[in-house]
């Protein structure tokens, strides 16, 4: 049974930084792309980063980039998002998911492609 597990979300104050870890059981997360998404209340799920598997290119949103870095460690089977200089815009649920379709990343998230969905860790930034 595959499972995907978000956790490292919290309360954290605007300019200060968080790492957030996709942890994956039943799965290899180094043999696909592999995409982190948020959501915020009343809004739609936003594509925000994205790590390729076949050469480990990446993928940011422009919301985020500059801010944040994805990142991997396949010997622990698990993807990182480290955010820094974080703004009260990124307050959401924070998921990561697969891309069975492809090894690595476009310029774009397109959410139909990912499955295997956590159950989202929550970022809260403020004062």
């Known amino acids: 049974q595959v499972q995907f597990v978000e956790s490292g979300g919290g309360l954290v104050r605007p300019g200060g930084s968080l790492r957030l870890s996709c942890a994956a059981s039943?799965?290899?997360?180094?043999?696909?792309?592999i995409g982190w998404f948020r959501q915020a209340p009343g809004k739609e799920r936003e594509g925000v980063s994205c790590?390729?598997?076949?050469?480990?290119?990446?993928y940011y949103a422009d919301s985020v980039k500059g801010r944040f870095t994805v990142s991997r460690d396949n010997a622990k089977n698990t993807v990182y998002l480290q955010m820094n200089s974080v703004e009260p815009e990124d307050t959401a649920v924070y998921y990561c998911?697969?891309?069975?379709?492809?090894?690595?990343?476009?310029?774009?998230?397109?959410?139909?492609?990912?499955?295997?969905w956590g159950q989202g860790t929550q970022v809260t930034v403020s004062s």
């Open positions: 998911a697969a891309n069975l379709l492809r090894r690595r990343c476009l310029n774009e998230l397109r959410g139909y492609e990912f499955v295997y």
């Open positions: 039943g799965f290899f997360l180094d043999y696909y792309a």
């Open positions: 790590i390729s598997a076949s050469d480990g290119s990446t």
